[in-house]
């Protein structure tokens, strides 16, 4: 079992900036990719960013560009620093993570960002 927990959601006006954080905790040398899925109000919930345990990333191409993923093993915590946000970024955003030996995601409790002026 795998434990996630974010922080760093909020309020900010288009152009600005961000930075969500997820720590996790429990089984974590189970964990392979670590990354961030959102979900806005009436949508599926999409995959935003996602970074291996070696540290490559993919995004999404609505983000690429803007958004960047990071990685920090030793503490166990992914990141996303969200750089010229648009209002179309509002939504729900996930931690997330799968594992080297099963099916088996784990997810964050989600953070709300909100893009508005």
């Known amino acids: 079992q795998v434990q996630l927990v974010e922080s760093g959601g909020g309020l900010v006006q288009p152009g600005g900036s961000l930075r969500l954080s997820c720590a996790a905790s429990?089984?974590?040398?189970?964990?392979?990719?670590m990354g961030w899925y959102r979900q806005a109000p009436g949508k599926q919930r999409e995959l935003v960013a996602l970074?291996?345990?070696?540290?490559?990333?993919n995004y999404a191409e609505s983000v690429k560009g803007r958004f960047t993923i990071s990685r920090d093993n030793a503490e166990n915590t992914v990141y996303l620093q969200m750089n010229s946000l648009k209002p179309e970024d509002t939504a729900v955003y996930y931690c997330?993570?799968?594992?080297?030996?099963?099916?088996?995601?784990?997810w964050g409790q989600g953070t709300q960002v909100t893009v508005s002026s």
């Open positions: 997330y993570a799968n594992s080297y030996y099963s099916s088996s995601a784990y």
């Open positions: 429990g089984s974590v040398f189970s964990i392979n990719a």
């Open positions: 970074i291996s345990r070696r540290g490559t990333s």
